[in-house]
């Protein structure tokens, strides 16, 4: 684990990169256009080939061999074979890091204001000890804010947010509070908003601390794993910001591929093993495990229909 701090290095972005070099290219795009001010930061990307030659290919072309790209940035570019999981890969990528500060940053997602990292830098010093998110958006559609922070979820949020219940009461007031629809955030202009969590899409923290929390917790494979971060982080009474100021536009989904065959498996082994990590009571514990059971066994029917369809 590299515990050592580069003092040319002041922010590390790590890159998860699965299935999404289609997006990548806007990415680094977006990073290039980034105003540093003399700030060093690295890249560091860490590329799942899952025996794809032709990914692999378009990575090393939009990486590798992208002169400006190393002239900007100190880029460390590792291929793994085989796909390990989101949290996996982040917590590689911060063990390689030189920087003080992380910044864990989705290949699907877009920096349009300049100093924006810089900006970053500037809370993450400002707000010491804390975790910093961002104020979210669709790529799509730009008006639409995505659910990029959130509050600590209750047996209620489970039931209604984590199942297909949701399908058939949307806007239910127990996702509303979970997800901050019910509080008129625009009203903050530049103040940053204490929360529970933040997205893994756009997630920043001082390094010592990110070691200090244990990182990810890898035996998330894909999803809730930036939301157990948080929660163990505020369980130690530590902070998570969302700072309106940073604004970011994402895709989401970007690596997706099959999804209803690989990405609904994980969802359905992600949120049991956070219910059985995060729910103390016992009787509710049980509860959402005999609801998820019966959930997971409509999903998997639903996925099977879609795919044969």
Known sequence: MNEEVNTNIELSI???LYNSSKFLDGLIDSLLRQKLSNKKVEIVFIGYEDGNKKELLKIDKLISKNDLLHKTFEINLVRKKTNRGFGWGCNLGAKL???EYLLFLNPDV????PLLLQKTLKFLKMKKGAIIGALTYSLEDNKKRLLSFRRRPNFYTFLFEFTNLKKLWPN????RHFNFLDANVYDLEKECLEVDSVSGSFLSIAKKDF???GMFDT????YLEDLDLCLRWRNNKKLVYMCPELKIYHYGGGSS???ERINVEAWIDSRLLFVNKHVHNILERLLLRLI???DSWFIRIRSSYKNVG
């Not at 877009?110 to 204001?113: N, S």
């Not at 035996?219 to 894909?222: E, I, K, T, V, Y």
């Open 172 to 175: 239910n007031p127990y996702s």
């Open 257 to 259: 591929r099959m999804k």
């Open 97 to 99: 890091a030189k920087g």
């Open 14 to 16: 790590i890159v998860v």
């Open 110 to 113: 877009i920096l349009k204001d």
């Open 219 to 222: 035996n998330f494979f894909l």
């Open 211 to 213: 070691y200090s929390i």
């Open 292 to 294: 998820f059971f019966f």
